[in-house]
């Protein structure tokens, strides 16, 4: 359990548990342990390190690299500076890291080696970045890490951390393209420990192992190093996604508490070993991000032995928002269709197009109310007003809630596409695939993927006398915007459908490709 009285901030979390448990293993790290009281330490040394370059509250300071032990260091360090740690997506191209970094105004960078490269490259477009500090030295030009945390001193700074401080800010794709900061406040996750201590899937035990193997550019990556310090628990950090090491670390390691999206879960149910691997340390796997196949969650429940919960919720909302309690999961409850019902403190409805709740079993926007929902986005009062009225956070998913109260997602009011739990915007692909020069129009959707949940798909309109490949409109597209927003495929069509004001009519070129499903999402 979290004592959260005794952690009011982000900032207490390692000083407390260096308190009580100064010799236990904080974070595990490919054979690497950090304990309580080392955690403590070099978090109060990366604040006075960040507070020695000028770094002032309200500031953000970024970090661009793989899962690493390192970067509980920094978060904690950061909030015991009062500033927020903003996490870059590793699988953005150039273009967009420069925007995130543009955007938050970082003046601090914390990067990987697999990213130098990036970095080398928009260099001169980062006015506001005054120091790169590499995890993995090889650059003279650069400070490296361990050393110069080492060199700063070990006392906690003389900055009071506020409830409305910004602690994390992540960056969240828009209709437009343009990536907002999601802005989460230290009173954001006060709400969250608060409500989330009361249910089954965060309670992690001060002696148990949890597995933190999500990427920490995502809320839920965070949020699962986060709770497990919290609570003085071991947490085992995976720098990417080996189906074979989970295997081996589950066992190794006696992992009790797991948290993996359904790509995952499905990689591990058809690995050779799923079967003969020992899970019986393994209490409670949560998933989410994306919906999960019936018979996916059927298999990794028999395979694995273990009770399952759902969460569904979104950056906007630490993540929180609904969840479906390992009960649920038993077939004969006829459930395993539903996000759930929500968390204990938060409101949660379906709104039509006038704000107004919709009746029972009839498809509205879902909105949450809560504490934990964000403060806004960064720099971006019209879009924060936009989302957040009276109070809810308006998700863009439409759903419905059953009899029983269990809210089921039925389609999305925006058009946003959902793709092994990365989040794609059609715009952001069709600014990209519009530049090619054989190209006269495009229009973007999801369409339906057993591996992925779904998959983008581009339509296209060549120009006359042009005949551009599949092949070479998704390589154009992979040198201008990530590679999980490329399409996958590509299909070619005279005209695109529109409405009378212009508008492409997506959902006409979706239905051949979602036609007889229950759910129009992956």
Known sequence: MIDVDAMPFIADIPRVQAERRPDATAFWFEGTTTSYAELDVRANQVANGLIALGVQPGERVAYLAKNTSAYYEILYGCTKARAAMTGVNTRLAAPEVQFILSDSAARVLFVGKEFYAIIDQIRDQLPALERVITLDGDREDWDYYPSWRNSKPNQAPDRTPLGDDDVIQLYTS???????????????????????????????????????????????????????????????????????????????????????????????????????????????????????????????????????????????????????????????????????????????????????????????????????????????????????????????????????????????????????????????????????????????????????????????????????????????????IAGFKCPKSVDFVSELPRNPSGKILRKDLREPFWAGRERRIG
């Not at 989460?184 to 409500?195: I, P």
């Not at 204990?344 to 009746?359: F, K, T, Y």
Request: one cysteine or more.
């Open 174 to 480: 828009g209709t437009t393209g343009r990536p907002k900061g999601v802005q989460l406040t230290n009173d954001n996750y006060q709400a969250f420990f608060r409500q989330g201590q009361l249910l089954d899937w965060a309670s992690y035990g001060a002696d148990e192992a949890v597995m933190n193997a999500m990427p920490l550019f995502h809320v839920a990556g965070v949020n699962v190093g986060i709770l497990a310090s919290a609570q003085g628990s071991r947490t085992v950090v995976l720098r990417d996604i080996d189906p074979g090491l989970i295997l081996d670390l589950v066992e190794q390691q006696k992992i009790a508490h797991a948290f993996w999206v359904p790509a995952v879960i499905m990689m591990l149910t058809q690995h050779a070993r799923a079967r003969t691997t020992d899970w019986s340390s393994l209490k409670v796997v949560a998933y989410g991000a994306s919906p999960i196949a019936e018979s996916l969650l059927l298999e990794a429940r028999d395979i694995m032995g273990v009770r399952f919960t759902q969460l569904y919720g979104l950056t906007e909302t630490v993540g929180a928002g609904t969840y479906l309690p390992p009960e649920a999961h038993d077939p004969a409850w006829g459930k395993l269709r539903s996000c759930g019902v929500p968390w204990p403190g938060a409101i949660v409805r379906c709104l039509d197009a006038d704000g107004n709740s919709v009746p029972t079993g009839e498809v509205g926007e879902i909105a949450i109310k809560a504490a934990f929902v964000m403060k806004g986005y960064w720099n971006r009062p019209d879009a924060t007003e936009e989302a957040i009225q009276g109070g809810f956070f308006r998700t863009g998913d439409a759903g419905y809630f059953d009899e029983d109260g269990f809210l089921y997602i039925h389609d999305r009011v925006k058009d946003m596409i959902v793709s092994g739990g990365e989040n794609v915007y059609p715009a952001e692909v069709e600014n990209a695939v519009f530049g090619h020069p054989g190209v006269a129009d495009v229009a973007v959707i999801g369409v339906p993927d057993d591996k992925w949940g779904e998959a983008v798909k581009a339509i296209v309109v060549a120009k006359p006398g042009e005949t551009p490949t599949p092949d070479d409109i998704i390589a154009w597209a992979k040198e201008r």
